[in-house]
């Protein structure tokens, strides 16, 4: 096990510059998430660390040296691909073999750790299979065993669940959660499925366009939002945004709609952008936010998501899910003050 640090870490492919000085330390033991778009530069990132893409700039530390120089089989690191990557001649024995081919280790010690990293992966009865007997799962478990048996520094996960479907991404989600609980490795983790990232990190990193947005546990960048991006990025459906203004404590919706906020140190007054999640905005006739009229719903069983059409665009709230207002009826709509963010209209940066 090993920290890991980013440094001022900037890529350039001839004069375009994709990455624009990521700093970042990630502690021992420490499970990191990437995410964020396409082209926001996460897979590039875990590819630098990796040493399979040259660093332009600033340093990559593992375990306290600089490896930016180092080929990456010196770097005591194991990456884990979006493909398999196993070998279909080779038995899932071979397979998990094969991470141990430069070792110096003696052949019953080599035999010993692959039974003790099959046993943590369940998959002691598989050994003698051929990965075409297996299943999308189980051949991920073998890439995983392929990593796990050299017992590196840091795991680099790079959207490995991708090819998976709905039920054994949610599986393998919480198989790799447990892995990381019981064997302790810092894992550096790459996905693009904000819903990986919530339920797998110790803390999230969140990219766009080659910087970061955002770093914070779970909690922090759900609750928290450092910007509208990260607000709308994190959370299923997003926050809505609402144009408003704020004036001694106050937001005055277009509509002449107003509720209390409370003090707010840092914008007394001026133009806002208000964000509150469909969790929180919920159907109520006093000190209601907006109003507008029901346009679909989608009954999740106990709640019901309302998508409701208003002055200022489409948004979604939550409503009871034994009683929820009907298609076309017009609800007003509400929320704790507490649940609110308030970010400046023209940088996006959250105020409160």
Known sequence: MAQLVLRNLVKRYGATEVLHGINLDVADGEFVVFVGPSGCGKSTTLRMIAGLE???????????????HLEPKERDIAMVFQNYAIYPHMSVKKNIAFGLRSSKMSKPDKDKRIQEVAAILGMTDLLERKPNQLSGGQRQRVAI??????????????????NLDAQLRTQMRLEIKKLHQRVGNTIVFVTHDQVEAMTMADRIVIMKDGHIQQVGTPDEVYHKPANTFVARFIGAPSMNMLDAEL????VIM??????????????????????????????????????????????????????????????????????PPSVGEQVRLGADPDNLHVFDRETGMVVR
């Open 254 to 323: 277009p509509e002449g709609l107003s509720f209390p906020m409370g003090p707010t140190a840092e914008a007394r007054s001026g133009r806002i952008t208000l964000g509150v999640r469909p969790d929180d905005l919920v159907p109520r006739e006093t000190d209601a936010l907006i109003q507008g009229k029901v346009t679909v719903r989608e009954p999740l069983g106990a709640e019901t998501l309302i998508y409701v059409d208003t002055p200022g665009g489409e948004i979604v709230a939550k409503a009871d899910g034994r009683n």
């Open 145 to 162: 065993g392929r990593a796990m048996v050299r017992d590196p520094a840091v795991f680099l996960f790079d959207e490995p669940l991708s």
């Open 247 to 250: 004036s001694e404590g106050r």
């Open 54 to 68: 040259e660093v332009s700039d600033g340093v990559i530390e593992i375990g306290g040296r600089e490896v930016n």
